[in-house]
Antibody, heavy 123, light 110 residues
């Protein structure tokens, strides 16, 4: 079964660091683009970051310079290292796979989602 | 700074048809933005409905369709059902690795 499972969330003080993990099963993360998306309580979804199959990475302006996305092929896991956390980073963090069509072309849409892990930053 | 715009709320009668839109604060949406649509109910992860403008994700009923209408992407729901009452989000690919979500539309079926 194709599945994503996030972990690593919790309560952290402002200025602190946290690393989120996203374990994949049923497919190989290094063959796909993988993203993190977050949702603050009562708010909409916000794209955070992506790591391409060639290891290129991109970030939303709101987290650039503070967050780092990475992966471990041997563990089939994607990570989000979050430093210098702020109250506004409080959110549910979802891991998502970026869809590729049958020809292998990236469709820049998210097709598989994890259930999310909650990060709460206290000020 | 570019913003992806969506109607904050919409209502539809059971069995009716509704079209939600996804625009840009500056410029027009085209297929080059790879518009996609997601449905989310409270406490749940998003569910993918449409990608690449008009391709339904696996298992999505054909009551859901995507298109470009004028200068916006659109999600049309025909024969609305009670369990279509959800938040709907669009995503546009802005290039250079960046994706942007719209603010979401809260759909009420009543």
């Amino acid at each position: 079964e194709v599945q994503l499972v996030e972990s690593g969330g919790g309560l952290i003080q402002s200025g602190g660091s946290l690393r989120l993990s996203c374990g994949a099963s049923g497919f190989t993360i290094s063959n796909n683009y993988m993203s993190w998306v977050r949702q603050a309580p009562g708010k909409g979804l916000e794209w955070v970051s992506v790591i391409y199959s060639d290891s290129d990475t991109h970030y939303a302006d709101s987290v650039k310079g503070r967050f780092t996305i990475s992966r471990d092929k041997s563990k089939n896991t994607v990570y989000l290292q979050m430093n210098s956390l702020r109250a506004e980073d409080t959110a549910m963090y979802y891991c998502a796979r970026v869809h590729r069509n049958s020809d292998g072309y990236t469709m820049f849409a998210f097709d598989i989602w994890g259930q999310g892990t909650m990060v709460t930053v206290s000020s | 700074q570019t913003v992806v715009t969506q109607e904050p709320s919409f209502s539809v009668s059971p069995g009716g048809t509704v079209t939600l839109t996804c625009g840009l604060s500056s410029g027009s949406v085209s297929t080059a933005y790879y518009p996609s649509w997601y449905q989310q109910t409270p406490g749940q992860a998003p569910r993918t409905l449409i990608y690449s403008t008009n391709t339904r994700s696996s298992g999505v009923p054909d009551r859901f369709s995507g298109s470009i209408l004028g200068n916006k992407a659109a999600l049309t729901i025909t024969g609305a059902q009670a369990d279509d009452e959800s938040d709907y989000y669009c995503v546009l690919y802005m290039g250079s690795g960046i994706s942007l979500f719209g603010g979401g539309t809260k759909l009420t079926v009543l």
